[in-house]
């Protein structure tokens, strides 16, 4: 199993500090999308969402999106300390503050960003 990550963008570490309350070490590899690596091979062929993170499982599985990442990992292999909730109530709530944060707050600022702002445009972030 491999984690394909950037350590310095906001949805890789998510994923590093889940890794880290977690005390699990895995397999990394780093994928400089500053340098539009996520656009080349293999990574292109491996995740055509042309993003990191995300996870390679031993038998070819490709796993992206970091809260997906996290859960497979809780609940796979490593149930605790349980971040994802012990019950269906806590489940819920954990699960509507993700979507909360999410699509309220990091995709709208990240449209922002990618779209208005010259060094993420400059460093091929942009869509436009
Ligand atoms: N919803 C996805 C978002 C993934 C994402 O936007 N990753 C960014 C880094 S934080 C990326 O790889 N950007 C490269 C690009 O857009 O070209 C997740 O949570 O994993």
């Not at 080349?40 to 995300?54: G, Q």
């Not at 600022?109 to 400059?122: D, E, M, P, T």
Request: aromatic share 14%.
């Amino acid at each position: 199993m491999k984690l394909y990550n950037f350590s310095l963008a906001p949805n890789g570490l998510r994923v590093l500090a889940f890794l880290k309350e977690k005390k699990i070490k895995l397999n990394t590899h780093e994928v400089n999308v500053r340098d539009g690596e996520q656009f080349k091979e293999p990574f292109k062929s491996m995740n055509s969402f042309n993003c990191i993170p995300f996870l390679e499982l031993d038998d070819g599985t490709i796993i992206t999106e970091s809260v997906s990442i996290c859960r497979y990992l809780e609940e796979e292999y490593y149930p605790n300390p349980p971040l994802f909730g012990n019950s269906p109530k806590q489940r819920a709530q954990i699960d509507m503050w993700n979507r909360r944060l999410e699509l309220d707050c990091l995709t709208p600022l990240g449209h922002a960003l990618r779209n208005k702002i010259s060094f993420f445009c400059r460093s091929g972030f942009g869509w436009y």
